[in-house]
């Protein structure tokens, strides 16, 4: 099994960026696609966005695209997404998750999860 730790999170003001880390431990962590979710209070889960095994793939949610951009370092074992032009509305707990395909991790949300990180985006 993988277990996952996200780190990078913070106080940001609008239109600032922030990286997020998710580092992967316990398993081999170009054996899983990843990807990256959230939730802010009182809302449920959305998906942000995913990768594939060996990052040819991402996919990502239409309130993101063009601000965020997910990547993988398979050496480092450890996933990222770097997020730009940051919005109020994006303030929200970040979760990487892992599982078999981006395709799975979208639809399911993933057999593994991190512990999340707080992103505060101020106006």
């Known amino acids: 099994q993988v277990q996952l730790v996200e780190s990078g999170g913070g106080l940001v003001q609008a239109g600032g960026s922030l990286r997020l880390s998710c580092a992967a431990s316990?398993?081999?962590?170009?054996?899983?696609?990843m990807g990256w979710f959230r939730q802010a209070p009182g809302k449920e889960r959305e998906f942000v966005a995913a990768?594939?095994?060996?990052?040819?793939?991402?996919d990502y949610a239409d309130s993101v695209k063009g601000r965020f951009t997910i990547s993988r370092d398979n050496a480092r074992n450890t996933g990222y997404l770097q997020m730009n032009s940051l919005k109020p509305e994006d303030t929200a707990i970040y979760y990487c998750?892992?599982?078999?395909?981006?395709?799975?991790?979208?639809?399911?949300?993933?057999?593994?999860w991190g512990q999340g990180t707080q992103v505060t985006v101020s106006s």
């Open positions: 990768i594939s095994k060996i990052g040819g793939v991402t």
């Open positions: 998750a892992a599982d078999s395909t981006t395709r799975v991790i979208r639809t399911t949300g993933g057999d593994y």
């Open positions: 316990g398993g081999t962590f170009s054996s899983y696609a």
